[in-house]
């Protein structure tokens, strides 16, 4: 990965304002000063990123022929849309007519243009790239993603859903999409992240980095949907930072790439602001799925709820790494993590390590982890009623995942979503 | 024959639980087995229902005249075998509903039935509901998840009345039902006494069998029948307990 780097840098098309050809320059030479990670550094420490490093990816260059792309990939016909195939802006596959006032929602391209002031104040301000190789390397690439500003008291009617398609033509292929959303004073959306990709090319990398700044009283729900083929690799960084009384309601449901690793952060900035931190993975054959969460408690009165759960099968291998940081005067938080993960085969493993880290002495905070396995007595009253084994371990995996699914912020995600769930678990749809 | 066992030895994590029982039940009978605490029928239940961690050792369960030992569980509830558990199992996240539907179109299908579809399944659960003066409230609940203990016995029964099995073994399901209950379930499983249907009752306590009125009564000790009578013999063992049977038996 990293002969070619430097050249495909350079056969970038030049930025719109000189600051951010300066900012691409800054994330490359952070990237090489800092390298790619080893096994030795402790977050790290269970994700290799060897067949990343030994691949050459290019950037996506050219069109896919668009129609055959819509078939199957977006959810949700009534949203807003944002598509970018190959990490290339689709404005045929788009919808961003309609929109409310006070909303503006623009291909990062475009607002590389003309929002440069607001960007060159926000962008990267929060999400930190020094510790973070591939967030730099985001930065590098800086050209192609989402920009999304909602003004004080504007409560968007829809949901917005941005669609990656990940796509390789020949060589594999790159994308480093680029994420800031920031809403103003009690505003309020929903934002969904779609990432797929067209199945039979080449493996290709996504890598995505992303800045949800909440402004006092405001709301964001959101729904991150990863289905990426098994060849792919996924990485994602996400920070989110919320003022007083900002709520962040966020639902993580990961199905795909053969290397998935996503670092979510939530960083409470002001009394009263509430996280919501939900997660389901899904691995099989040989895929690696990594998260690694921090929900950071920097003032009192804020809220804070975390559930991960994991299933893994064959000779997956899932990670958990969550943490809760109170710092000393983030007095009468509350907080509470939990991962839990179900194995269904002998052959996967999961390492899980949820993490208090409490300075402050007036909280009430909780964590724990389990991993288990179907229960027999279960499977056993499935039998005896004549169902078969097979059926049972399906519908009690389903059983088990299922309570992720139950509060979605929009009903119209839950039946999607759902299907998506039983078709992993090759169920029927009329389960219930 | 409906159901013969003969010799039958089991095991439990290498510790013998059944050591040689013998009983045979014809269709159209009831059959009842009482005896002490931890003499072995729920074991006896587990091993014809089909349930892992049971090790026949020696003897023979014939169902119908054909080897019932080598099916899978499920195989013998497609058969026609049910077992109404001493304690029911939950599972969240599956509601009850669509668990007696998956179970009843496995049944089905196994007897060359079509499938029910949604409005059939909830017309037949409904009235099988109303037999146990059932809320169809419990429906949409998840199986058996926070069903009080009765509840959850009166919940087996529907399966029962739902799925009508050839051979109905009811473990225990008498306890934890309170009076007015007790005679509602009575009363379901009496009206699936049927010439061409069987059932083994394990129970403590005379009570249920002056209502589900059996054909034999069995005593169950150390893991062999030492006793068989007619249903007078509920009234001996309520009077005088298990201590003079087995002074008989020694
Ligand atoms: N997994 C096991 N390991 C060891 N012993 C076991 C195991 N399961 C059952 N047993 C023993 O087998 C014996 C028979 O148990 P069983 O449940 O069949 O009794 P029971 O007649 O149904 O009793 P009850 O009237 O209390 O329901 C008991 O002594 C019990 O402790
Ligand atoms: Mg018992």
Redesign the interface.
């Known amino acids: 990965m990293k002969t070619n780097l430097e050249k495909i840098f350079k056969s970038q098309a030049e930025a719109s304002h000189a600051w951010q050809q300066d900012f691409r320059l800054a994330g490359l030479k952070s990237f090489e000063t800092q390298g790619l990670p080893t096994t030795k550094q402790e977050d790290w420490k269970y994700t290799s990123v060897k067949s990343l490093a030994e691949t050459e990816f290019k950037l996506f260059e050219g069109a896919q022929e668009e129609a055959s792309i819509k078939e199957d990939t977006l959810i949700q016909e009534e949203h807003y849309q944002l598509t970018l195939v190959g990490g290339i802006y689709q404005p045929k596959l788009s919808k961003l007519e309609g929109l409310p006032k006070g909303v503006q929602l623009l291909p990062l391209s475009q607002a590389l243009q003309s929002e440069g002031d607001f960007l060159k104040e926000h962008l990267a301000k929060s999400l930190d790239a020094r510790q973070r190789p591939f967030v730099a390397l985001n930065e590098a690439f800086l050209n192609e993603g989402l920009f999304l500003k909602i003004e004080d008291h504007v409560v968007l009617d829809k949901a917005i859903e941005f669609c990656h398609v990940a796509l390789s033509n020949g060589l594999a292929s790159m994308s480093h999409p680029r994420i800031l959303i920031s809403l103003g004073k009690n505003a309020q959306a929903t934002f969904i992240e779609h990432y797929t990709s067209v199945a039979g090319t080449q493996a290709s990398w996504t890598n995505v980095a992303s800045e949800f700044l909440l402004a006092e009283g405001s709301l964001l729900h959101h729904v991150r949907l990863q289905e990426e083929s098994e060849a792919n690799f996924y990485l994602n960084s996400s920070m989110t930072t919320l003022d007083q009384d900002a709520r962040f309601n966020s639902f993580t449901f990961d199905l795909g790439a053969g290397l998935n690793r996503q670092e979510i952060i939530a960083s409470i900035e002001a009394p009263g602001a509430h996280v919501a931190l939900k997660g389901l993975y899904l691995a099989r054959d040989r895929q690696h799925t990594d998260f690694q969460t921090l929900i950071h408690h920097r003032k009192p009165y804020g809220t804070s709820q975390e559930l991960f759960k994991g299933i893994l099968s064959d000779r997956a291998h899932g990670v958990f790494n969550g943490q809760i940081i109170v710092d000393p005067h983030a007095q009468k938080t509350a907080s509470e993590l939990t991962n839990k993960n179900l194995m269904l085969s002998r052959e996967a493993e999961v390492d899980t390590k949820p993490l208090l880290k409490i300075f402050a002495d007036d909280v009430k905070c909780s964590h724990g982890a389990t991993i288990g396995r179907l229960d027999?007595?279960?499977l056993?009253?499935?039998?005896?009623?004549?169902?078969?084994?097979h059926?049972a371990k399906h519908?009690?995996t389903?059983?088990?995942a299922?309570?992720l699914l139950s509060d979605l912020p929009w009903e119209s995600l839950t039946a999607p979503l759902t299907r998506k769930l039983k078709s992993c678990l090759n169920l029927k749809d009329?389960?219930? | 024959m409906m159901l013969e066992i003969k010799k039958l030895h089991a095991t439990v994590d290498g510790k013998e639980i059944l050591k040689g029982l013998n009983l045979s039940i014809k269709a159209g009978e009831v059959h009842a087995i009482m005896g002490p605490n931890g003499s072995g029928k729920s074991t006896l239940a587990s091993v014809l229902?089909?349930?892992?961690g049971y090790e026949v050792t020696s003897g023979e369960v014939l169902f119908e005249g054909k080897n019932l030992l080598s099916l899978?569980?499920?195989e013998?509830?497609?058969a026609g075998v049910?077992?109404a558990?001493q304690y029911?199992?939950?599972?969240?996240?599956?509601?009850n509903?669509?668990?007696?539907k998956?179970?009843l179109n496995?049944?089905r299908q196994?007897r060359g039935e079509p499938e029910v579809d949604?409005m059939d399944f909830l017309n037949l659960v409904k009235e099988k509901m109303a037999l146990l003066k059932m809320d169809p409230k419990f429906l949409k609940r998840?199986?058996n998840e926070g069903f009080s203990g009765g509840e959850k016995k009166r919940n087996e029964v529907l399966?029962m009345a739902l799925?009508e099995p050839k051979l109905c073994i009811l473990d225990e399901t008498d306890s934890g039902l309170d009076i007015d209950s007790l005679k509602i379930v009575a009363e379901g499983v009496n009206s699936l006494r049927s010439p061409d249907r069987a059932m083994l009752v394990i129970t403590h306590y005379k009570r249920l069998l002056e209502y589900i009125v059996p054909d034999r009564i069995h005593v169950l000790q150390d893991g062999r029948i030492i006793h068989s009578g007619t249903k007078e013999l509920a009234d001996q063992l309520e009077e005088k307990g298990y201590d003079w049977i087995k002074e008989q038996a020694a």
């Open positions: 027999e007595d279960q056993f009253y499935f039998q005896s009623r004549g169902i078969d084994s059926l519908l009690l389903y059983a088990f299922a309570e009329e389960v219930a | 229902s089909g349930r892992d899978q569980a499920e013998r509830a497609r049910f077992l558990f029911p199992i939950e599972i969240p996240g599956v509601t509903s669509y668990f007696m998956a179970s496995a049944i196994a949604a998840a199986v399966q799925l």
